[in-house]
């Protein structure tokens, strides 16, 4: 019988775990492992694909509306993703294999920062907004709206790569089991971050929290606050929610979330195989 062997994209993270860890640990671990397109900024004279970029102005159908939240103000464009150059075929979530995903926040640069988008508060979630174009569609630049700054345009590529669930996620402690002691499972986890390295811009995986699991805290919105942390009905509908993307602070194209921060777009598999994008939930976080 043939041992399945382990996706190319796993074996990087695959390998710090059996390193680390005990082996039944390193083999629990490296279960929770899934695919994400990494996008990095593109250096000057890349050969190959630009897959999207971060700021500059959006390109939209004519007569389409700048998002705006009403009684705040026009939200700033912060991403543009053309479907088509990433490797959906590869990740395990529907994002749609052409067309453009455009993303737009109220990043506070109107009232300095007075209304935030708060993932709890869902009067202020039309403060973050996805927009899809489809494949074939006319579209224009569109200028930014006066007194609104537009972040500095950053050409992104991509690459396929392994995503895990963060130290703090429950699937991570579980996976760790008792024979892993406090040490080891420190030293481990310091080991994966240090490997990323750099920011970590993505569409699709498991999100990278600075704080919290990103997908608890949207199930904890969802379910308006009803159910308790470690709840099974917490961790029932934080499973419902995928990580769309997921873009940090970037100060090549003048993004700063908060302290460094990260911005994250989550949305259930259903409504993003249906092109919903209008479900998608956003959350951020900083340190």
């Not at 694909?49 to 700033?76: A, D, H, I, K, Q």
């Not at 996805?130 to 007194?147: F, K, L, N, Q």
């Amino acid at each position: 019988m043939t041992t399945a062997q382990p996706a190319p994209w796993t074996t990087e993270l695959t390998a710090a775990a059996r390193r680390h860890l005990p082996a039944e640990s390193a083999g629990r671990w490296a279960a929770l492992l899934r695919p994400c397109v990494r996008l990095s900024t593109a250096p000057a004279g890349v050969v190959g694909p630009v897959v999207g970029r971060l700021g500059g102005e959006p390109e939209l159908p004519p007569g389409t509306e700048w998002p705006v939240w009403e009684g705040n103000g026009p939200l700033s464009f912060v991403a543009s993703i053309d479907c088509a150059a990433l490797p959906t075929g590869e990740l395990d979530i529907p994002v749609p294999s052409d067309g453009t995903l455009l993303f737009f926040y109220f990043d506070g640069q109107l009232d300095d920062g007075d209304a935030l988008v708060l993932v709890d508060d869902r009067d202020s979630w039309a403060g973050a907004r996805v927009v899809y174009v489809p494949a074939g569609a006319e579209t224009i630049s569109h200028p930014t709206p006066e007194d609104l700054e537009p972040y500095r345009e950053v050409r992104l590529t991509a690459r396929l790569t392994a995503s895990e669930p963060g130290r703090w996620h429950p699937t991570t402690t579980d996976a760790f089991g008792p024979e892993t002691d406090e040490d080891l499972r420190d030293n481990f986890t310091d080991a994966v971050r240090l490997s990323w390295g750099g920011r970590q811009h993505r569409i699709g995986g498991h999100p990278m929290p600075i704080q919290n699991p990103v997908e608890y805290e949207v199930a904890h919105a969802v379910l308006n606050g009803q159910a308790g942390w470690h709840s099974p009905e917490l961790q029932a509908e934080a499973e419902r929610w995928v990580l769309l993307a997921q873009i940090d602070s970037d100060p090549t194209a003048d993004m700063i979330w908060g302290d460094m921060g990260s911005l994250y777009w989550l949305i259930r598999p259903a409504d993003l195989a249906a092109k919903r994008f209008d479900r998608a939930v956003f959350n951020w976080q900083c340190g």
